[in-house]
């Protein structure tokens, strides 16, 4: 499967930006969960939320809960972050994740993942 991730700019503090990711392939109707994680520069990469994609089941990080909201398209392989009321410490490169393979419920583990966009960058600053 494919993931393409876009969306992401530079925004001021406060701002608002809506990402997006888009699975691809044949394989992509084997998706089991879809997820978003982040790294900053120099720092690990930081799990974002997931989603349960049957279900709609979702887990958001206590780091941006009430500020980001996952959802998805109801008939298409598409995920979207929308971001409300963003910081500074929000600026990362954001990486969209799917799991064909474990079927871990939920996981916030990257290892738990065996597909990976390219990331799409995320800067506010005033």
């Known amino acids: 499967v494919q993931l393409v991730e876009t969306g992401g700019g530079v925004v001021l503090p406060g701002g608002s930006l809506r990402l997006s990711c888009e699975a691809s392939?044949?394989?992509?109707?084997?998706?089991?969960?879809m997820a978003w994680f982040r790294q900053a520069p120099g720092k690990d990469l930081e799990f974002v939320s997931t989603?349960?994609?049957?279900?709609?089941?979702?887990v958001v990080s206590d780091s941006v809960k009430g500020r980001f909201t996952v959802t998805r398209d109801r008939h298409k392989d598409l995920m979207y972050l929308q971001m409300n009321n963003l910081k500074p410490d929000d600026t990362a490169t954001y990486y969209c994740a799917a799991d064909r393979l474990k079927n871990s419920i939920l996981s916030e583990q990257p290892g738990d993942y065996d597909s990976w966009g390219q990331g799409t960058q995320v800067t506010v600053s005033s």
């Open positions: 392939g044949d394989s992509a109707i084997n998706i089991l969960s």
């Open positions: 989603m349960r994609w049957r279900t709609w089941d979702t």
